[in-house]
């Protein structure tokens, strides 16, 4: 009889926690949607070509953030992804032993890192030392390019796309370096038999083998990025403008919200903010699941 | 490769070699040199003010001494309370996706906790926010611990999950041949076989929701007083770094660098003691 309402108070439970689960992720989409209606009614699918967010003449476009979140989220996997494939190749081809898993653990520890503490180092080292040595470099050589031209200011979309740079490689590298030991030890063998240099072997065996996977590494570390609040934040100057220059401040859909929310006055205002954040989830909802897929897929074959 | 190996070529090769490889090892130390850059920087700031004073006194008008006593106490209660209810539900959900009996609702699950998992935690604390906030019509630490719940749940599921999924198959066969109820074999023989894996998923879950800033800005909102009030707002760490990193006084912003070297250390140490409770768990 005791065992009896044990079993059932145990199927409960796990049924429960699971319903939840599913329910939040429900929740998470329909409440975003039912909060953005009122922007939707007003902007239609022009939320996400308007230009302007004014919020004294109550207009409201989504345009800037967009193009702030996939600047700096671009230029963050471009770096994020040589930098991290690079590494794990070196980590999983070159080094063996102790050496091998304290330099793969100190780029995991990376991770571990709170956003708010980038934040911090971003405003207070980053940001300083790309106003005075950095940025004045960079113009100088590279100046020619609208990219590289304009008001020195530290903070801008430069700050925040490499502030993303280091907070999303531990996920490549550490990606990267699972797939690329997943690779097969027979294929590898095989390409040294037949005379293939540690390279050749790398690029002709290894890498088309790891290749969904490391496109997945990729997408995933995409995803990170684009949903990243805090420290981004902090160093890319919020000022909701489309601009060449990477030096300029610009915002994203994350920073909007965490910087407008709570002084959101009328109820398009903050229904604008809803359908931000309804494109923010859908955006790492697509890259997300498309890079768990990828990665899924590799780790079955192997 | 197909045309045989010529010295010429071979030379060539193994320079290519070479140059491509020492790139890669390039790459590797510029990989490791923020955390170096970060961490250091972090301990030179924070230590020297790294005192019994910033443990006890709260938030003080600039130029009085002052310390985050009050965003410590209200960090511990608002990730005390969202541990009260993820580590319940996330375990539960984590048993259902690796035990469950239907192949389809455990794929599905198991899709929804990584997608769950990988949404933005600003976007959870909008969640937070209608469910929590709006209903009880105000702020409160309550509402931060819900969106820090929300976001440790899927965690701990996958963690979970995979700890029961490491667990050998004969365990379970074993404890049904003698007669154990299917929750019996959770409960007393998978679980317990896998709680080394799955300490570590909460440990992971925790240290992760004591770094997060973005879902409390409008749910915690924080406070510059001592409160213990789940139903009013409530400071907490990172939120009190934020705004002292954004103050233009001198004395904020040190504390905010000792907050940061307090929040490092734990994220750092919970980490390390995660993974060596994942290797015993191996031996």
Do not use: C
Not at chain 1, 91 to 115: C, D, H, K, Q, W
Not at chain 2, 6 to 26: D, I, P
């Amino acid at each position: 009889m005791w065992h009896r309402i044990a079993e059932q108070i145990t199927q409960t439970w796990v049924r429960v926690s699971l319903l939840v689960m599913l329910a939040l992720l429900a929740a998470l989409l329909i409440m975003l949607i039912g909060q953005s209606m009122d922007a939707f009614h007003a902007f239609s699918w022009k939320f996400l070509v308007i230009s302007t967010w004014d919020p004294v003449h109550r207009i409201f476009g989504a345009l800037p953030f967009l193009y702030g979140t996939v600047v700096t989220s671009l230029f963050a996997i471009v770096n994020a992804g040589i930098i991290g494939v690079g590494s794990s190749i070196f980590l999983v081809y070159v080094l063996r032993g102790t050496l091998r898993n304290v330099l793969g653990l100190f780029i995991e520890l990376l991770a571990a890192i709170p956003s708010v503490v980038y934040g911090l180092w971003g405003i207070y080292v980053l940001a300083p030392w790309l106003q005075r040595t950095g940025e004045p470099f960079l113009h100088k050589y590279l100046g020619f390019l609208p990219l590289f031209s304009g008001t020195m200011l530290g903070v801008g979309f430069l700050a925040g796309g490499l502030i993303l740079t280091i907070m999303i490689l531990p996920t490549i590298t550490a990606i990267s370096r699972d797939v690329l030991q997943a690779v097969p030890t027979d294929l590898i063998e095989g390409a040294y038999a037949i005379g293939a240099t540690r390279v050749e072997s790398i690029r002709y065996v290894g890498f088309p083998f790891a290749r969904s996977g490391i496109i997945g590494a990729l997408m995933l570390g995409f995803g990170r990025a684009v949903g990243e609040t805090i420290a981004v934040t902090m160093v890319i100057g919020n000022r909701p403008q489309i601009v060449a220059s990477l030096f300029a401040p610009g915002y994203t859909m994350a920073s909007v919200i965490a910087n407008e929310f709570t002084e959101a006055t009328n109820p398009l205002y903050t229904s604008s903010l809803y359908e931000v954040g309804l494109i923010l989830l859908l955006t790492t909802v697509i890259f997300y699941g498309g890079a768990r897929f990828l990665v899924w897929r590799m780790s079955r074959t192997a | 490769m197909s045309q045989g190996i010529r010295e010429k070529h071979l030379g060539l090769r193994k320079a290519k070699n070479g140059l491509f490889l020492s790139v890669a090892g390039l790459l590797l130390l510029i990989a490791v040199l923020p955390l170096f850059l970060i961490v250091g920087y972090v301990i030179q700031q924070g230590l020297p003010d790294l005192n019994t004073q910033f443990f006890t006194l709260p938030t003080e008008p600039t130029g009085m001494p002052g310390g985050m006593g009050n965003a410590i106490l209200g960090s511990l209660e608002i990730i005390g309370f969202a541990t009260l209810f993820s580590l319940p539900l996330g375990i539960g959900a984590g048993i259902y996706i690796s035990e469950g009996r239907i192949g389809w609702i455990k794929s599905v699950s198991r899709f929804a906790a990584d997608v769950l998992s990988g949404v933005p935690s600003i976007v959870v604390g909008l969640l937070a926010y209608v469910l929590v906030v709006r209903p009880m019509g105000g702020f409160s630490g309550f509402s931060g611990s819900v969106a820090l719940a929300i976001l440790m749940i899927p965690i701990i599921a996958r963690q979970t999950e995979q700890a029961l999924r490491s667990v050998p198959s004969s365990i379970r066969e074993g404890a049904l041949a003698l007669g154990a109820r299917r929750t019996q074999v959770w409960l007393k023989f998978v679980l317990p076989s896998a709680a080394g894996a799955v300490i570590t998923g909460f440990i992971l879950a925790f240290s992760r929701a004591l770094g997060e800033t973005a879902p409390l800005l409008f749910t915690a909102f924080g406070n510059e007083f001592w409160s213990t009030n789940m139903m009013q707002p409530l400071a907490a760490i990172p939120l009190q770094i934020f705004v002292y990193a954004l103050s233009p006084y001198s004395d904020w912003q040190k504390e905010a660098w000792t907050g940061a070297l307090i929040l490092v250390i734990l994220a750092l140490s919970m980490n390390l003691v995660s993974r060596v409770v994942e290797r015993r768990r191996f031996r």
